[in-house]
């Protein structure tokens, strides 16, 4: 009857693992170094023209 | 004169008189600062990114007025250059940047140059990763760029300390991460065994989710634990208990207690012990962040120090690093550069700026033959001047020496948590021992029960709340100075600052201004006093001299009107002269005006100790003097009588004159002062007050100032003073108003204050546990709900820090 307990709280670790390891890929890379500047660049780029404009 | 002050449409700083470029678009009139400004605002406009003007949300002018003068070369720069493959790329400090839009402005416009293949501006330090195509660009056409459009860019290398500082953070954010996602699962395994608790569970599942909680427990522990693990064991073996130690032992011994309970029927407490390293490797991890946040902030207040400067050979010139500057090597010195080594003028003659280096507020006329010190500021005219001593030996060089010796003696204090830590301890220990005996010796328990009660003593005696307690504080209280303009470099010194007995004060730019103003206009008879401004004025409009543009402000300020000048003639050391409405006029000093041949100049006026006169002539008559002196800063006496309110003694040491040190002395109400001090006395003094006892806090903006803010226990360096002062401080004020010094004491002392609020709770939190867990009552649920408790009053407390409004 545990089987299955066990084996899906198996599972539920390895899916962890994997979240864990796209996290360490991501500090690594450096995505963490500047919390600021990508809260911004969505709002950038897009009224380029409008600048033109005025 | 108009009294609102004009302010630039492009950078946002006051317009100063007299100077405003004009651009009329679609009908509405544009005003600016100056050429450079109207430049730039023609290139944004341009470009089509106009829109720049209304994305921006800035309220302070940032990049000061000659910003735009530096010149770039490819020779300078190619040392910060790095290849790979067929791209070059180069990292850029881009000064100005204040708000978002500057970071769009300046990524839009440098991606759209000719050649440049990426780049990415980091908002956070502002600084700019450019990857370009060396065939079809070189580093000084994009700085020539950035610095068109109001940016002042600066090469940028990191240093092996930076390097390592950012590979710790990462390392850090990866522990923290780990731990983090571990406790997650754990939880969930905990809440099982909560629910099991209170309804009844199977002996075999509690066996399977308790194995399960060992099992991610574990890496919480001994990896992400890591940095407590090792800075216990240092402690122990340097038989100094600290904060780690206190951390490692509460964990330890719930994790040990847990896996015994494991094996052997009972309840875990491995949330517990992962919440511990989890919350702790948080406050750590922002304690982090709020330095390399100050770091960045005090990098973008230093200047550009000279790295290169131009050398003769025969009819040659070249730009040479300073570090290749030989004695004998005759150098060329341009007006507004700083001088890069020691050494003597050859030809020509200036007015230079000495306040650098000697604390002397007033320019001092150097002719041929004349000794220079490296770092002060040649004002007026270009310059050749032999090397006296390499780089490596010149005066700022000997004040670094001298810093580097103040740094290495100043013994590194303990902080409040860990002298807590070094009582805390070993009376935990005791405690548990106690616990043990008790339970027993005297009640008879078995061994196993005895040994049980005493680790639940020991984990409950040691909380994350004491651990967070500090952390969470100092990164509230760091980031409420950041926004009033004042950045701790650090924690601890929020609280050296907090109790801190004595503050001493540097006199030239740090209680004073560090620039002449006027004090006294005294006109000769039948003179109107604003029309002997206003000739001044006229003639001294195109000066750069500080008297000048003293004299210049001050008329504006007196609503003196000034009149177009021609034929202007400045004559270093002398004075100016020019032709005011046909009539021929004299400014400058009694020498200057008596080699000019004008007559009945008055006798020898009083004047107060570090003022200047100047004397105006129409006509070849004497028509007035106007008297400038250094003054006071006007926030200074409050900033002295808010420190006498608080007990601290505030002194002064100045490398100035003795007479104008006393003068400033009484006119402050100050409790001492000292004058005609080399840098070495200032340090000698600051020590002799830290032998005495005191706990000195040391406010100074020169070179001269550098080695006593490091031998300080708080040094404070102001913005706009030398670079190697605000490098060697602890504490920046980020405006020129000392009145922020009032500010980050006040921080300071209430940071503190939450401090001990916390460490007080977390003492609570123990006096109602420890008996609990020495009876044996305490049972995991109320522990885990008792320390959840008492971590989020501890968070909460700190977050008032940030709520409050300083400033």
Known sequence: MYDSLILLMVLSLFLGCGCWLFFVWGVKKGEFDDLERPKHRMLDDDDEEKGEKK | MSVQPDICFHCGAQIPVGVVVEKQVEGATLRFCCKGCLGAYLLITGAGLSSF????????????????????????????????????????????????????????????????????????????????????????????????LGYLPRPYTRSAAQESADREQRDLLIRFGTAFFLTMQLMAYSFALYAGYFQGIGHEIKYILQLFSLLVTAPVIFYSGWPFLSGAWR????????????????????????????????????????????????????????????????????????????????????QVAIADIRTGDILLVGAGERFPVDGRIQEGSADVDESPATGEPLPVLKQTGDRLTAGSINLTGTVRIICDHPAADSFVARVARLVEEAQNRRAPIQGLADRIASLFVPGVLLLG????????????????????????????ACPCALGLATPTAIVAGTGAAAAAGVIFKGGDILERLSSITVTVFDKTGTVTCGTPQVQEIRP??????????????????????????????????????????????????????????????????????????VPELPENQTTSPGGTMVFVARDGQYAGSIMLSDSLRDEARDVIAYFRKQQVRSLLLSGDRRETVQFTVDALGLEGGTGELTPADKTVRVEQLRAAGETVLMAGDGINDAPALSAADVGCAIAGGTDIAIETSDLVLARPDLSRLVTAHTIARHTMAIVRQNLGWAFIYNLVGIPLAMSGLLTPIYAAAAMALSSLCVVGNSLRLTVKRYV
Not at chain 2, 92 to 99: A, E, F, N, S
Not at chain 2, 278 to 289: D, F, M, V, W
């Open chain 2, 235 to 318: 402690g122990l073996k340097n038989s100094a208990p600290t904060m780690d130690l206190l951390i490692v032992i509460g964990a330890l011994s719930s994790f040990l207690y847990s896996i015994y309970a494991t094996f052997n029927g009972g309840e875990v407490y491995f949330e517990t012990a992962a919440m511990i390293v989890t919350l702790i490797l948080a406050g750590r991890l922002l304690e982090n962040y709020a330095k390399r946040r100050a770091c960045s902030g005090t990098e973008r207040l230093l200047g550009l120090t000279v790295g290169t400067a131009t050398r003769i050979t025969g009819e040659h010139q070249e």
């Open chain 2, 53 to 148: 003007y209304t994305r921006r949300d800035t309220e302070e002018a940032g990049v000061g007025s000659n910003a735009y003068q530096a010149g770039f070369d490819d020779a300078g720069l190619a040392a910060f250059v790095r290849h790979s493959g067929h791209s070059d790329s180069i990292d850029v400090i881009i000064d100005g940047i204040r708000c978002a839009a500057c970071v769009w402005l300046n990524e839009t416009f440098i991606g759209r140059l000719d050649g440049v293949e990426q780049v990415r501006v980091n908002y956070a330090t502002n600084r700019a990763n450019i990857v370009y195509d060396p065939s079809r660009t070189t580093p000084a056409t994009l700085f020539a760029r950035i610095s068109e």
């Open chain 2, 433 to 460: 021992l106690g616990t043990f005996f008790w339970q027993y010796r005297l009640l008879d328990n078995p061994l196993e029960t005895a040994l049980m009660t005493s680790l639940a003593v020991v984990l409950i």
């Open chain 2, 524 to 597: 000769a008879p039948g003179i109107d006093p604003l029309e002997l401004l206003t000739l001044a004025a006229s003639v001294e409009s195109g000066s750069l001299h500080p008297i000048a543009r003293a004299i210049i402000g001050h008329a504006a300020e007196s609503g003196a009107a000034q009149r177009s000048a021609s034929g202007l003639r400045t004559v270093a050391g002398g004075g100016v002269s020019g032709m005011v409405e046909d009539s021929p006029v004299l400014v400058g000093n009694e020498r200057f005006l008596r080699e000019c041949g």
